[in-house]
């Protein structure tokens, strides 16, 4: 069991930057354990991959979205995940969810389905 808590989340301008982090605790099995990923819901729309990692942080991918302006990253010392976002657009406004994958630690996948652990996620919006 994994608890998962994000952080970072607020209100930017267009073409600003965030951090946001996830926290994870609990007992059992290490961080190293699980790869981790970060989802996105905006209103009235559907949830979505944003970014995975996997336990080293040697593999990472990305949805097309937020390729290039957005990067995974995390500390295993401590526990948590990143995802530094750059040059944010209106359009990334949303709350974003950090999920934790214990069956796959060294694959990442994009689909929710396969994350069996989840944080309560972090507003970000994004004014023009």
């Known amino acids: 069991q994994v608890q998962l808590v994000e952080s970072g989340g607020g209100l930017v301008q267009a073409g600003g930057s965030l951090r946001l982090s996830c926290a994870a605790s609990?007992?059992?099995?290490?961080?190293?354990?699980?790869?981790m990923g970060w989802f996105r819901q905006a209103p009235g729309k559907e949830r979505e991959f944003v970014a995975a990692?996997?336990?080293?942080?040697?593999?990472?991918y990305y949805a097309d979205s937020v390729k290039g302006r957005f990067i995974i990253s995390r500390d295993n010392v401590k526990n948590t995940v990143y995802l530094q976002m750059n040059s944010l657009k209106p359009e990334d406004t949303a709350v974003y969810y950090c999920?934790?994958?214990?069956?796959?630690?060294?694959?990442?996948?994009?689909?929710?389905?396969?994350?069996?652990?989840w944080g309560q996620g972090t507003r970000v919006t994004v004014s023009s």
């Open positions: 990692i996997s336990w080293s942080g040697g593999t990472t």
């Open positions: 999920a934790a994958d214990s069956l796959s630690s060294a694959v990442v996948t994009t689909r929710d389905d396969d994350y069996d652990y």
């Open positions: 609990g007992r059992g099995r290490t961080f190293t354990s699980y790869a």
